[in-house]
Nanobody
Framework: QVQLVESGGGLVQPGGSLRLSCAASGIKFRIYRMGWGRQVPGKQRELVATITSGSETNYADSVKGRFIISRDNAKNTVYLQMNSLKPEDTAVYYC????????WGQGTQVTVSS
């Protein structure tokens, strides 16, 4: 059974930082492309960062230069370091694992507000 469990969300002031973690189980983690998406009510989920099995990264323009995705294959964990956070980054953040199928976690709320 595939499980993706996110943690690290919370309330942060504009300009602050947060680090999200996603622990994966039930998959051969090292061969999956991992990613982070986010969603706000009434809008489609947006994939903001991905990292391949070879650690190549890709970012949405909205987060490029501020967010960093990384992975630790020994811990079956993917991270999202979020810096210079803006109110428009407020969303539920979801971890994803993609190969022949796509899997998503349950999400963690990130709120950027003063």
């Amino acid at each position: 059974q595939v499980q993706l469990v996110e943690s690290g969300g919370g309330l942060v002031q504009p300009g602050g930082s947060l680090r999200l973690s996603c622990a994966a189980s039930g998959i051969k983690f090292r061969i999956y492309r991992m990613g982070w998406g986010r969603q706000v009510p009434g809008k489609q989920r947006e994939l903001v960062a991905t990292i391949t099995s070879g650690s190549e990264t890709n970012y949405a323009d909205s987060v490029k230069g501020r967010f960093i995705i990384s992975r630790d294959n020994a811990k079956n964990t993917v991270y999202l370091q979020m810096n210079s956070l803006k109110p428009e980054d407020t969303a539920v953040y979801y971890c994803s694992a993609a190969l022949s199928n796509d899997y998503w976690g349950q999400g963690t709320q990130v709120t950027v507000s003063s």
